[in-house]
């Protein structure tokens, strides 16, 4: 998409959905933001969480980074986004869901299967260590078992997700709305050709579709 699809979009925006929500902006403006849902998503183009989940503006509090990981929490004097996010959604807005959803076809968690070498990447090397422990699992469970290589990353792509929620917990204020009832933690799955939606339920231990589910 160019420059010019993205002014021109604007002013599709600005002449009719503006218009269809101005209401709502001006209500947010007045009394501010209340979203009950923190939506962590990855950064990836073909993810937009208000679109998959129909969402209006003030409803989801968003977080994307590549791979939809989270960092545990780490009180030093770094520069965290991600957790910076997490712990304002958390304990400012006071949202009642944090919602983790991966997707299918992801580059993350196809590059932890690669060796980065580029310079360039630095950042992005470090970053994916957040998914090691799924892509460890992963490799351990299937030692064993022929499968092909999208099903080893579709497994790794979901696995992932109970990774990254057991990182949520090491945050204080997570943990202890959590254990407090206050607090739920869900982890979701998108299928980027089908459109489909799994949740994964605690109970049954497996990745199951959305769709009947009240999840």
Known sequence: MKIAELISGYEK????????????????VKNGQH??????????????????????????????????????FAPDNDFHATAAGIEYAVSVLGVTDIIICGHSHCGAIETMYTKITD?????????????????NYVT??????????????????KISLLFQSKNLLTYPDVERRVHAGELFIR????????????YFNTESGEFEPMIGSEN
């Open 35 to 72: 979203p009950k849902v923190l939506f962590i998503a990855c950064s990836d183009s073909r993810v937009d969480p208000s679109l998959i989940t129909n969402s209006a503006p003030g409803e989801l509090f968003v977080l994307r980074n590549i791979g939809n990981f989270v960092p545990p």
């Open 140 to 157: 351990q469970k299937l030692i064993s078992q022929h499968v092909s290589q999208s099903e080893r990353l579709e497994l790794t792509e």
């Open 187 to 198: 982890s979701w799955y998108y299928h980027l050709e089908t459109g489909e939606l799994e």
């Open 13 to 28: 925006f600005k002449d009719t959905k503006f218009k269809k929500y101005e209401n709502k902006f001006l209500d947010l």
């Open 119 to 135: 310079i360039n990447l630095v950042h992005v090397k470090k970053w994916l260590e957040l998914g090691l422990d799924a892509k």
